[in-house]
């Protein structure tokens, strides 16, 4: 059976177990792959600050040695004894990381170095390779590979930063390009990057720690909080099968009530129509009695009679009109909602329909000096339903129509609209409906607010218009102002619109 369905088994709780065992494993997963990665990226962090700080050192320690040239140049007695006392503080001077100052002169001569002689001649330095620090991002800009030569010569800074290359391992370097005296000399200050990198292994086993520490305080109190809360999910779904199955219980015994009270409002239907049937039967034959003998009491037949007398006949042929009128509505209403109703579809002129109609109510609306307004139109399309009932919906609207406008005209018009369906619209001039009264006219034995006492009618035309128009497949609808006439339409849907260009196959 589905789940969920009357009388079958639920799933057990053991799939939702094991997909929770399954996000932990995946978290677990996630963790020991992105802490790694996150740890290397805080490692290569750290050493982009550190490789940043030594440069600064080295921009300090430039400055401080350019001093200590150009004050050593103004009181030594000659070039060589103030390159003497430059070598003797190089050797004395102790940098960090393995470092080293070194002093070249215009020529690319290295006159200055840790444990240089000199006495000996000096080394000539120019085709050391140089890679630069680019200033727009702090990268190696490895484009731009210099020599000690080009640093001297061609460069145009005053300071440059970077890598520089050795036969025994690279060093971050910080050159300075100063004049003393006249004459120009580069400074290097050189650390060996290695020794850099030692200061980064402290850091390792600081990030491992923090990254366990952070992957058990993620996934061990995640763990707790899961397990704690599929227990109560598993709880509150046990509360949810519960009231499922209890409403489920309950629709089904509405359903069952639902299904006798429709078969029994069925019976009472049939019942009320065999009732209508019965007392139409019944009643018509004595009325129509009643009828004949008040006509023959009105035409003297039984002798001559007075006025009273032929008013009152009057009175009673009146009377016996409204009743029957109100028999034929009733057992024409029942008809309809029983069902026993039939359409009897043909493709018709919707034009030659509404002509016709003109025609035949034009009487009537002259009695009342009513002008009955019709334009024809031959381009209208075609129609697919039955002709006569649609004929007799048309009479009923058309007969309200003119039953409640006293002055003006009563207006037929019809149109094929954007969407292909078809419009038929009667309009009067009449007093109108409120609002209110527009979906109440529509009920059985329901008149107008506006109706009098003099105007004939039970209230049963619009309950069996709106009813036969829909059996139709149609839709009716009013649009009315009091104090400025109704307009009633009835709306038929494309699949009931057969244009004037179909061809007889198709139609």
């Not at 103004?74 to 080293?100: C, F, M, T």
């Not at 028999?327 to 026993?340: F, T, W, Y």
């Not at 007799?392 to 609209?417: D, M, P, W």
């Amino acid at each position: 059976m589905e789940p969920f369905a009357p009388g079958g088994k639920f799933p057990t709780f053991e799939s939702s177990r094991r997909l929770f065992w399954v996000i932990v494993a995946a978290l677990a997963l996630v963790l020991a792959i992105g802490l790694p990665i996150t740890g290397y990226k805080i490692v290569s962090r750290f050493r982009v600050i550190l490789f940043d700080q030594v440069m600064r050192d080295n921009d300090a320690l430039s400055r401080s040695f350019e001093s200590f040239l150009r004050e050593t140049r103004r009181i030594a007695p000659s070039r060589e004894e103030w390159l003497k006392l430059v070598q003797d503080y190089i050797d004395h001077y102790e940098l960090p990381n393995r470092g080293y100052i070194c002093l070249v002169d215009a020529d690319a001569n290295l006159q200055a170095a840790p444990n240089r002689n000199p006495a000996h001649p000096p080394v000539l330095a120019k085709d050391w390779t140089f890679i630069p620090v680019s200033p727009a991002n702090g990268q190696l800009d490895y484009s731009r590979s210099m020599r000690t030569e080009d640093l001297i010569r061609s460069t145009p800074e005053t300071k440059i930063a970077g890598h520089w290359h050795n036969t025994q391992e690279e060093q971050l370097v910080d050159f300075r390009v100063v004049h003393i005296d006249g004459e120009k000399w580069l400074i290097g200050i050189h650390q060996f990057e290695n020794a850099v990198q030692e200061k980064l292994k402290e850091i390792v086993p600081f990030v491992v720690a923090v990254g366990s520490i952070l992957f058990l305080a993620v996934v061990i109190p995640f763990g707790m909080f899961t397990a704690r809360l599929m227990h109560y999910h598993e709880h509150e779904r046990a509360l949810y099968i519960r009231r499922i199955e209890k409403h489920t219980q309950e629709i089904e015994h509405f359903a069952k009530q639902l299904e006798e009270t429709n078969e029994h409002l069925h019976q009472l239907q049939q019942q009320k129509n065999r009732l209508y049937a019965r007392l139409s039967h019944d009643l018509r034959t004595p009325l129509h009695s009643i009828l004949g003998a008040s006509s023959l009491i009105a035409e003297g037949i039984y002798g001559e009679i007075t006025p009273k007398q032929a008013h009152a006949t009057e009175i009673i042929h009146r009377n016996v009109q409204v009743l029957l009128h109100l028999i034929d509505g009733i057992l024409q209403l029942s008809r309809v909602e029983s069902g026993q109703v039939t359409l009897e579809s043909e493709i018709f002129e919707l034009d030659n329909l509404l002509q016709q109609l003109t025609e035949n109510m034009l009487p009537l609306a002259e009695n009342k000096n009513l002008q009955l307004r019709y334009q024809p139109n031959p381009a209208l399309p075609r129609l697919y339903t039955d002709r006569d009932k649609l004929y007799l919906i048309l009479q009923n609207l058309v007969s309200n129509a003119i039953k409640f406008t006293h002055q003006g005209y009563v207006e037929l018009s019809a149109e094929l609209r954007e969407d292909s369906s078809a419009a038929i619209a009667v309009r009067d001039t009449g007093p109108g409906i409120s609002e209110a009264d527009q979906e109440r006219i529509f009920h059985e034995f329901t008149r107008g607010p506006n109706s009098r006492t003099d105007t004939k009618g039970v209230g049963l035309g619009l309950t069996i218009t709106k009813e036969l128009t829909q059996l139709m497949g149609g839709q009716i609808s009013v649009r009315s102002i009091p104090g400025g006439g109704s307009t009633f339409t009835v709306t038929f849907p494309p699949n009931l619109v057969r244009p004037l260009s179909a061809s007889p196959i198709t139609q």
